[in-house]
């Protein structure tokens, strides 16, 4: 799609000598890389809730997301876009090491409505954008009335 119907308006990224394209099963690429990625970019289906496709779901489980923070390099950053919020996706992403910020973007160019989501994890806090909201885990109790915070950092 690129090569043929977009390239023209983002500055033919596929003649980039830095660009590697793969094409494939990107479980599969992801989960037989280690260290390899800056950025993990994800809009697969629409999002880890929304799925059409239940194969996808193996990306957005736990498996997937451990599998792509394997793949980051040091200071790497995962993104992944959704077509809705999801509270247990943060959750996952945060059990996973990350550290996470959540963006409300436009659905499309020229919307007025941010209705869709982009969540940017890191296992380095420091290096995430400014702005975004960051993940509101809520606060479990324990049997004596002591409140525990979910597992992750």
């Not at 040091?74 to 876009?81: E, H, N, P, R, S």
């Not at 954008?129 to 479990?140: A, F, N, T, V, Y």
């Amino acid at each position: 799609m690129n090569r043929e119907f977009f390239g023209q308006l983002n500055g033919q990224p596929l003649r980039d000598e830095r660009v590697d394209l793969k094409t494939g099963d990107i479980v599969e690429h992801i989960s037989r890389s280690k260290s390899r990625f800056d950025a993990i970019l994800l809009d697969i289906d629409n999002g880890p809730g929304a799925l059409t496709d239940s194969a996808n779901r193996r990306l957005y489980g736990r498996e997937g997301i451990q599998a792509c923070r394997r793949a980051l390099r040091d200071q790497g950053c995962l993104a992944v876009w959704s077509a809705e919020p999801s509270k247990e996706f943060e959750r996952l992403l945060v059990s996973c090491s990350f550290h996470v910020r959540r963006f409300r973007v436009c659905a499309y160019r020229g919307s007025k409505s941010r209705s869709r989501f982009v969540w940017v994890a890191s296992e380095d806090k420091n290096i995430l954008p400014r702005g975004g909201g960051e993940p509101h885990l809520s606060l479990k109790t324990k049997s004596k009335g002591e409140k525990i915070r979910p597992a992750g950092p």
